[in-house]
């Protein structure tokens, strides 16, 4: 079995494990390159904000954002790119993953690990300690080419964790909710992302992670309540937004596990045209979105942004 074909069975793992994958650059661990309709360097740029509103049907452009778990995409993708590496965007997933990087330029560490720590692998073994936990060799854990370590779990329903580098402690990045991580099987000219764990499955977060992630400020705490003018649109909600709100809101009720925050912009974006249009009240259109995004396993803090964003958007447009 040549590399592409490792890569692709390992994709198919994957995605039969519901993780939604997407191509990284062969040889490195960053999206493949945008197109020049979406590298804001080119001059055939065209602006957009995300992948909802790519001028071409969304395809490697835009990262972990296009990350799916339909295998007829990633078959075209490696058609395309037989030596990509493979990248899982982690919060779609339900994992986080722990990244215990080594000291890579050998700098001092910060005053609280003098003595006492060397690398990420040192720092967390203190928190470990700090909690009178053992080394956790029984979920999946990934070796790094540059000798680091990434330790995978999986999040209990309605808990979501936010990526917030140098956070969780020196040398240790956390992968989540807005972020990605290299798959194993994908390679640099370092080395290959390799399993050293015996198991294939992570396991489920353990309650002392958690409680740590929330303490480094990991966990998202509710928004608070906006006091701002209401925006402006019509006092009731006319016969057409009501059928255009309902429309919206079956759409992202509805949307496929790994496309859900693509379609969530979307239609908060549509949803708030209607607003400015005239068609229906902007307390209507939060509460058809609120609902239709808990339906669709989204959580607070993220329907909250996606609204706020999408009124600032149509806000814009329409000043312009």
């Not at 055939?44 to 296009?66: E, I, L, N, S």
């Not at 790994?258 to 209607?274: D, I, N, S």
């Amino acid at each position: 079995m040549n590399t592409s074909q490792s890569r692709q069975r390992a994709a198919a793992a994957f995605i039969a494990r519901g993780w939604p994958v997407f191509p990284l650059t062969p040889g490195a661990k960053k999206p493949l390159r945008h197109c020049n309709l979406c590298s804001s360097k080119s001059p055939d740029y065209q602006p957009h904000r995300t992948a909802a509103d790519c001028p071409h049907p969304a395809d490697t452009c835009h990262g972990f954002h296009v990350a799916t778990t339909d295998p007829d995409k990633v078959t075209g993708w490696f058609s395309r790119y037989p030596d990509m590496n493979i990248g899982i965007s982690t919060g779609p997933a339900r994992l986080v993953v722990v990244d215990l990087d080594v000291n890579k330029e050998g700098a001092a560490p910060p005053p609280q690990y003098n003595g006492l720590a060397a690398h990420g692998g040192d720092v967390f073994a203190l928190a470990l300690e700090r909690y009178g936990q053992t080394y956790p060799g029984d979920t999946l854990i990934v070796g790094t080419p540059s000798k680091g370590l990434h330790l995978y779990w999986t999040l209990p329903d309605g808990i979501t964790v936010n990526k917030s580098e140098g956070a969780f402690g020196w040398n240790i990045d956390v992968r989540s909710t807005g972020g990605y991580i290299v798959a194993p099987t994908s390679a640099t000219p370092d080395g290959e992302y390799r399993r050293l764990s015996a198991g294939l499955d992570p396991l489920p977060a353990p309650q002392w992670l958690l409680h740590h992630l929330e303490g480094t400020g990991h966990m998202p705490k509710p928004p608070a309540p906006v006091n701002r003018p209401p925006y402006r649109g019509p006092r009731t909600t006319s016969q057409q937004g009501r059928v255009g709100l309902a429309d919206l809101a079956a759409q992202l009720a509805g949307a496929p596990e790994g496309q859900r925050h693509r379609v969530l912009c979307t239609v908060t974006t549509a949803a708030a045209y209607l607003v400015q249009a005239g068609r229906c009240t902007e307390a209507d259109m939060r509460a058809e979105i609120y609902s239709a995004g808990r339906v669709a396993q989204r959580d607070e803090n993220e329907i909250h942004q996606a609204i706020e964003s999408a009124f600032d958007y149509v806000g814009r447009r329409g000043a312009a």
